[in-house]
């Protein structure tokens, strides 16, 4: 397939969307479609913090897991979009998901049945268009292996091959592989006072820890998702597709945890900058963040996963349980703080 062909002649896609900021995904910042939206907003906004970002989109306060996806790692990739129409909102940007009502695991047959006439069908004239619009798309399915379940951002294409920013990555790199799903981003308009979505950010934390956010088909959060990655320290080996790399499995569950507590601390401390105030109930929420990452942070080394799953999984689990509880803690002061 010839990548080119894709662009309506009135494009010059010769010319690759330079300038767009790396997807690192470093200290414990783990959220591929934060870094993504971070990239691309920098390039058509400005530069946002990857804490509010991630607080906005509800990532900072989420934990996930699906039955539907049997590599227990990948949970932390799934169910990232789900506020995506309330991130449009407060960032002042509409912002699309592609195909509409997909839904990742369960509609990745359809892709893999026929992955280019899946493209052909639903994904190649959008992104062609907002391409040659010079606004890079946010994708997943691109730049393969694990990557491949990591959102990334696309900004043209060489030959048959597209050019793009892969999580984890230094720089632009090339991928032959097709995205299975991708975010348009569209027209900027105004850009909002954040004062009139913080609140509703933190509400979004409630949701999640009750498993009452509009998450995707197939997704648990919060409370029910922390039993669910507890509960699966009975099977031996802990991730069963993956056997004796287990503990990688493990170790990145609580890597994407941890990175999660530090980031909603952070959004917390900025959500009272933002509303000007001093609140005693959001003050306990970030001490509740901070203890919970501190519970979980011994397993975050995959060596210290593997150690603890051979000879002491009662450790591990009390370990989870302690940071379910403090996350639980955290909401509830959260809960507080919203109280008329």
């Known amino acids: 397939m010839d990548w080119k062909s894709m662009i309506p002649k009135q ?39 990857y804490d509010f970002i991630n607080g ?43 195909p509409e009502g997909f839904n990742y695991p369960r509609d990745i047959e359809g892709f893999l049945a026929d992955p280019e006439g899946f493209f052909s069908d639903h994904i190649e004239k959008p992104l062609s268009e907002s391409i040659g619009a010079g606004v890079p798309v946010i994708a997943q399915g691109c730049f393969g292996g694990f990557r491949a379940g990591q959102w990334s951002l696309i900004a043209g294409a060489e030959g048959d091959a597209l050019v793009g920013l892969p999580a984890w990555g230094d720089g632009y790199e090339l991928s032959e592989d097709l995205p299975w799903q991708i975010i348009v981003l569209g027209e900027p308009g105004a850009e909002p006072d954040p004062k009139d979505f913080v609140r509703e950010a933190l509400a979004h934390a409630v949701e999640l820890w009750e498993g009452k956010a509009p998450s995707d088909p197939g997704w648990i959060t919060g409370k029910p998702a922390w039993e669910m990655i507890i509960s699966g320290l009975e099977s031996d080996p802990f991730c069963e597709p993956c ?18 507590f530090l980031s909603a601390l952070h959004f917390t401390d900025m959500a009272s900058e933002i509303l000007e105030l001093s609140s005693p109930h959001l003050e306990e929420a970030k001490e509740r963040w901070a203890e919970g990452f501190e519970a979980i942070k011994h397993i975050t080394s995959p060596q210290a996963a593997s150690a603890m799953l051979a000879m002491d999984r009662k450790a591990v689990a009390e370990s989870l349980s302690l940071a379910r509880d403090l996350h639980g803690r955290a909401v509830s002061a959260i809960k507080g703080f919203l109280s008329p």
């Open 11 to 49: 494009y010059n896609f010769s010319v690759i969307i330079e300038g767009l900021s790396p997807l690192r995904m470093v200290g414990g910042q783990f959220v591929s479609l934060s870094w993504a939206l971070k990239s691309a907003l920098a390039k058509i906004r400005e530069d946002y913090d």
């Open 243 to 260: 056997g004796p790399d287990s503990p990688s499995c493990l170790s990145w569950i609580a890597s994407y945890a941890a990175g999660a």
């Open 56 to 98: 906005i989109t509800g990532a900072a306060f989420m934990i996930q897991a699906s039955p539907d996806e049997e590599c227990k790692a990948w949970w932390t990739t799934g169910n990232q979009a789900l506020y995506l129409d309330f991130a449009a909102r407060a960032f002042g940007i509409p912002m699309k998901r592609i």
